[in-house]
């Protein structure tokens, strides 16, 4: 379609293709619209109607990013407002300048039996603007921070996503050697032999051709067999290695060959016209098959693991809002969701930076884009509604069980939307002992959580100041302990926390190995699944022993025990009042508030959210990464409506789009749908219709040099932006 757009001025199928890979494949569209800009730039040089063409590629993209706006313009908002925007330039600045090669290259392999075809192209015509497009697809392949920009600064699912066009950019550079020949291209002059006895030799080279293919199949068959133990690393770690790159590399290079064998009976002519391009696709097919054997393994999860989450479904009779929590994680976060149950944990490409800042602070685990319900303390329980508990065994407590795991109701819950009066402070801090403390002293006026001092250690230099915690290790026996006397009942907990971070690994982790009362509370902690703060369990006027084995020096905003007080938090939670239902994109209730009290609502803010009380429209702001607005003093009626950012914009856009689209269309078109225009219209009505168009089209004939002026300084504008984007920014941040 862009070729059309191009060599024959013809647009519309273009943009309406580049709409719909926008609306059906978004999460792709990036490379996608990086791809275009790129090409365009490159093929308008030397091209004698560029001023044209430029328009026209300006004019379908135009018309295809409007009728596409509904789906882009909410999920640009959304990326937004991400995890994934967070550290984008230390992201880029702090990664290796070379990339894993081990398992961005291999994804390009199946490429190798069209390469003699590649070089053949290059040879005949090395103008071709494909070929410099798909040397700028291979670049990031070895070089890491244009890899990473190609995937919107860090990786999205998969290390190589935009590799599929470095494999289209080669496929089109393999046709052109096998198309048909160009205007004024000479055919390849034969050998006498060969046109002396040339429907012999073809024969043969037919069957040379079909022996070569046989040879492959039975080659896949076998070093599948063999090795793909190691060739799957990718699989199994989402990463490849040594081995699996070596295993694949010679497997590509004996497909290389059987490419070279066939390449080199068509330059001489021993073939049919058909016989090379149905065996390559007949390679095509051996590739497939064997990448099947190498990518598609038994799942990492066994379908009876979810199948015993799966009984949990259904067993909560509970019409009030409530969140369903993991003692810890005992599976995968989304599950909790995916058996129907509303809960804090889950995953998703595009988790909210505020969710993730509030969760991570408050003491639940998570890292990457996900956010666990495990961790936390009572209070940040109660507040979010986290009534019930997912655990292995629960006991005589239990509501439900099954023979894996229990649910048991927790009495630590508050209602959705708690009242209180603003004290000023806005933000957690990242020390979550102190954010403990600042979220009961905005609920109930005083502070819940207490630190304890470690009373030995050893092995350990406490070089603690006030920005912060931080500790060298001096041997392999170091530790810290605590012998707490605790008072009443209280629940006690163990934390190590440096910063809020989607780091995949941090360098905190691993620091620690805590017990209390010599049982093993958590190994090797902080860790990718457990990140939160540690329940050490609740005790009643008793000692409790709590050691740390320190591995390594570290430093960090959050160390210590801390004790919440149960019976304080009970009396505090213990007539919390009504709070707001829940229905699809909306709250609502009523509230009953003080003079000058606000309402706190457990969701985490979002640009999208509005509210009213009283019937009169208010500001929802942000206090602690959640939703607060005012109250007015007396009974309030509440209503609180989500509506995603960009969704009333984008589909105005789309609208508009469709509408100047089918405008445009209806201006160009002469032919069949004049006739049909003028039966739905009148005949009279449509030659107004007519001659406003025309009157139009004479506007737009005076206007196009200067637009097409216009068109192609921003086409190269654009194309020299994107390269500097993808290719000069992040080389600079890494190497400067």
Known sequence: ?????????????????????????????????????????????????????????????????????????????????????????????????????????????????????????????????????????????????????????????FPTRYAFIALFCGLSLAADALGPRKEGEAAPELAAPVRQHCLPLQLVGTLLSVGVCLVMVRFSSDWLAAHVGEMDAYSSTLWGDEASFAALLTYYLVALGAGLCLFALDRVGWRFRAVTGLCLCALAAVEAVFGCGVYLIPPAEEPTDYAAVAELAEALDDESFYRVKMERKLFDVNWVGGIGYPSLAHYTSMTQATLMDTAKKLGYSGYWMEIGSHGGTLLSDALFSH???????????????????????????????????????????????????????????????????????????????EEGFSFAVSDNTAFVSWEIEVEGRQTLYFDLFDRVSNALREEINGAATVYVNNRLAAADYPSQSQNGLICLGSFEDETVQVKAYLHKSFTCSSFGVYGLDEARLAELIADPGEGLSSSPNRLSGEIEAGAGEHLLVALPWDAGFSARVNGRTVEVSEVFGLLSLPLEEGLNAVEIVYRSPGLVAGGVLTGLGLLLCGLWTAFRCRTGLSRRLAAWFGKENFRLFGRAGERAGALLSRMTPAAQKAALVCCALLAAGVFAALYLFPLILNLF
């Open 1 to 157: 379609a862009a070729e059309r757009l191009f060599d024959r001025g013809k647009g519309g199928w273009f943009g309406i293709l580049l709409a719909l890979q926008v609306v059906l494949n978004l999460y792709l569209s990036f490379p996608v619209v990086c791809f275009f800009a790129l090409y365009a730039g490159i093929r308008l040089i030397g091209l004698p109607d560029r001023k044209a063409a430029a328009l026209r590629f300006l004019r379908a993209c135009g018309g295809a990013a409007l009728c596409s706006a509904v789906v882009w313009l909410p999920m640009l908002s959304a990326y937004g407002a991400s995890a994934r925007m967070r550290g984008l330039f230390s992201i880029l600045a702090g990664s290796s300048l070379t990339a894993p090669i081990e398992t961005t290259v291999p994804t390009v392999f199946c490429l190798f039996p069209l390469l003699p075809f590649v070089g053949y192209t290059l040879w005949k015509d090395r103008k071709n603007p494909m070929l410099i497009l798909f040397a700028l697809t291979l670049i990031p392949l070895f070089v890491e921070p244009v890899n990473k920009m190609w995937q919107t600064g860090d990786y999205m699912a």
């Open 387 to 465: 009534k019930y508990v997912i655990s292995r065994s629960g006991g005589e407590d239990a509501v439900f069980q099954t023979p894996n795991y229990a649910i048991t109701e927790s009495p630590w819950v508050l209602p959705l939307g708690v009242t209180y009066l603003p004290d000023g402070q806005t933000e957690l801090p990242l020390d979550r002992l102190a954010a403990q403390n600042a979220l009961s002293d905005l609920l109930f006026g005083e502070e819940l959580m207490r630190a304890y001092d470690f009373s030995d250690s050893r092995g350990v230099i406490d070089q603690s100041g």
